[in-house]
């Protein structure tokens, strides 16, 4: 059998199936479930580390039922030291329940920074595995034609009532080489956290914890070329909120 070396047609396709399953026919009891909204600041930190203090945000708001409903995210990271914007993207999109435990997401993605600015197509799922570990998996197909994914794992382990602690992790794969945006084919990253955190209410919670990142690679050589180092280990401190 041929290999195949390109894959991204095989991310458009998968795009257009997603899209295809998520906009299939509602049923009568979908279109009067009831309504209801949520706004959830999941990070907003003080990161500090040897090479730069940032700033770093994610949160997202969803509106719809339980069976369909519209979600945008947010997430970024500004560094203080160069008093500029290291990265920053939104995301439009439409969700659908396939299960009792995961929804389809469908929708565009825009990347503001780094430069160049960037489009995608999105295809993802969220929901919660065995043992109650959060999934959050996309699939990303950009206007230049360039395919990647990103895989975000995070687990609550409750030590008492008001104190848990968050492991979480995110993987991020190119498909093809990106030259322009410093991204190329294979595993670009890797990103760990250790959260301890204290919930004052169920909306307000402030944190203490260690961030990791580390570059792979020739996105790792890229960064190395430019003088800076690929990998990062940094102190952290932020709140979450909910409402």
């Given at each position: ?24 026919p ?64 939104g ?32 295809l ?23 395919a ?9 382990l ?25 991204v ?28 990791w ?11 190395r ?6 990998e ?12």
């Amino acid at each position: 059998m041929p290999r195949i070396t390109d894959r991204r047609p095989l991310a458009a396709a998968a795009v257009l199936a997603g899209l295809a399953a998520a906009t299939a026919p509602a049923s009568a009891a979908d279109m009067h479930e009831p309504l209801f909204g949520a706004v959830e600041i999941e990070r907003l930190e003080y990161q500090a580390s040897d090479q730069a203090d940032t700033i770093v945000w994610e949160a997202q708001a969803r509106y719809g039922g339980d069976t369909h409903k519209v979600a945008v995210k947010t997430t970024g990271e500004y560094d203080r030291d160069a008093s500029a914007f290291e990265k920053a993207e939104g995301q439009l999109l439409y969700q659908r329940m396939v299960s009792d435990f995961f929804d389809l997401q469908v929708g565009v993605r825009h990347d503001l920074e780094p430069d160049p600015e960037r489009t995608h197509a999105v295809l993802g799922i969220t929901g919660l595995a065995p043992h109650w570990v959060e999934v959050d998996a996309a699939l990303f197909l950009s206007e230049t034609g360039d395919a990647s994914a990103r895989l975000d794992l995070e687990y609550d382990l409750l030590l008492t009532q008001n104190l848990v602690l968050q492991p979480a992790v995110e993987v991020n794969v190119a498909f093809s080489d990106d030259t322009a945006a410093g991204v190329y084919a294979g595993v670009t990253g890797v990103e760990a956290g250790l959260r301890l955190r204290y919930e004052l209410t169920r909306e307000v919670a402030p944190y203490v914890g260690v961030a990791w990142e580390r570059a792979f690679g020739k996105t790792a050589d890229h960064i190395r070329a430019h003088g800076e180092d690929p990998e990062r280990v940094a102190l952290v401190g932020g709140l979450r909120i909910s409402f």
